[in-house]
């Protein structure tokens, strides 16, 4: 069973169009994470949501809003995308409260944006 | 903030040979330490963490690291690395409390036969 999972794996889209990506954990978390890998790999937090209420928001753009419906799933809406926005974007899930709190990683959706 | 730099962004290293992966990193409170491995086109995998204790952690498919507070470090070290370690591997800081992960830019290790 996998324990992070993110549909679509790959996204090709224009530019201008809003698309969404969903992760769902079954790890029985209590946190989830949406984290960007760029070209050079580099990977950086964008949000974080704690039973359904957001606790870090980096400095994203606010054509990116993440929605949380229960605590098992953390979606991600980006509008109006742009090509800046080509990446990887990995959604993951901890304990938030845990010492250990090791964060389990889903397999990535690789965005392109053209 | 919290901010880790991985010194090397390559390391190509001979099959059988040993592999030492170096991060620093940069705090003013105290932090857990990781390392994580991502293979090509995968979502990345908890190699080993330092929370407290022994400063050498022993982490999964034979890596170890060693955490060095006098010199804010955490190199990661495997004795004989196989083909299969070749990927991309990422340092870690966290601080205590409800903090972000904050990740190196990692390096990518490419064994040779």
């Known amino acids: 069973d996998t324990a992070v999972s993110q549909t679509p794996k790959y996204l090709v889209t224009q530019m201008g169009n809003d698309k969404s990506i969903k992760c769902e954990q079954n790890?029985?978390?209590?946190?989830m994470y949406w984290y960007k890998q760029d070209s050079k790999k580099f990977l950086k937090i964008m949000f974080s949501y704690n039973n359904k209420e957001l606790i870090i928001n980096e400095t994203v753009p606010n054509r990116f809003s993440p929605k949380s419906p229960d605590k098992a799933h953390l979606n991600l809406h980006i509008n109006s995308l742009e090509l800046g926005d080509s990446a990887v974007y990995f959604c993951a899930s901890s304990f938030l409260a845990a010492r250990a709190d090791e964060q389990f990683f889903g397999p990535g959706t690789r965005l392109t944006v053209l | 903030a919290q901010s880790v730099t991985q010194l090397d962004s390559q390391v190509p290293v001979f099959e059988e040979a040993p592999v030492e992966l170096r991060c620093n990193y940069s705090s003013s409170v105290s932090v857990y330490l990781f390392w994580y491995v991502q293979y090509p086109n995968q979502g990345l995998q908890l190699l080993l963490k330092y929370l407290s204790g022994s400063t050498l952690v022993k982490g999964i498919n034979g890596f170890e690291a060693e955490f060095n507070k006098s010199q804010t470090s955490f190199h990661l070290r495997k004795p004989s690395v196989h083909i299969s370690d070749t990927a991309e591997y990422f340092c870690a800081v966290r601080a205590l409390g409800n903090t972000p992960l904050v990740f190196g830019k990692g390096t990518r290790l490419s064994v040779i036969a």
């Open positions: 790890l029985g978390h209590d946190t």
